[in-house]
């Protein structure tokens, strides 16, 4: 079947303050979304605004997929609006996915942000196995955070103000737990999505500590499919489309 196809609006609600869920439901046959993968979403039918817009799969349930987004510009904006029985062009699922780590690893999951759509799959796909760290700007930025306290062997929490968890960054949070002597290293594996300088900051965290982390790249895309080169990185073979090399890199196979 082909990755182009309508999907129907389900449900778009608000989940905190500038942020939505949104389900849709897609057609029989159209391949089953993995961790780590995305959709492209057409928000209008005219030429404002003209591409598409990437979002991580958040959960796949009997209604449909979900994604969870953050309202940021004209697209969003447009999308927030948006109402049940409404349709809108996707293409997808793209991208790799999170590969699985080894049986004998533990999975340590960590999420900046709106990143935390990206790696909920995992966090459900792992359930009681992941150690989960979870920045935000505030609590009130802090999205699912019980279910992914419920779901997890053990949640750290940070904000940049310190209105929930630690102050700081999430990077701090997780380099403390990796020096503390009783730390499972080598036994764990990193998965991270959020902006760009905290995943360089997990990057170095990870190689320092001799641990294996995987990143996923939010860069800014056009096409989705690899065509464009708008959203390529320098990585360690030379260049790489986020969208179709990627989104999931080794951390280090990023020139960061
Ligand atoms: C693979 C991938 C998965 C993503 N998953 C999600 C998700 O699950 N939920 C979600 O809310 N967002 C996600 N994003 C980001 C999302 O695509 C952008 O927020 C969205 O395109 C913004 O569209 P807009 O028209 O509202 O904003 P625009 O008007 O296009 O931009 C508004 C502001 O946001 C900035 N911006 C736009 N896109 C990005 C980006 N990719 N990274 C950093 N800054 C950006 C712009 O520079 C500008 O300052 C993902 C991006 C990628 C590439
Ligand atoms: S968005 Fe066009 S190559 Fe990746």
Redesign the pocket.
Known sequence: MSRFFNATIQENVPVHANHNLLTLSIPEGAPAPLPGQ?FMLQVSRGSD?LLK????I?RTTQQGVQ???????????ILRTMKEGAVLEMLGPL?NCYPNPPRDKMPLILAGG?GI??VFPLIEKFAGRSIVFYGARTKDDLLMKDKAEKLSKKLFISTDDGSAGSRGTIAAVLSSFLADPHSPIPDCHIYACG?HPLLRAVSEIAERHGVTAYV?M????ACGIGACLG?VVKTRSGYSS??KEG?VFKSTEIVW
Request: hydrophobic share 35%; aromatic share 12%.
């Open positions: 995305f605004p817009r990437a979002f991580s958040f994604l969870l987004y953050r309202i940021r510009g004209r697209g969003t904006e991208g709106i759509a990206s902006p996923s939010e860069e800014h895309m959203c986020v969208c989104p």
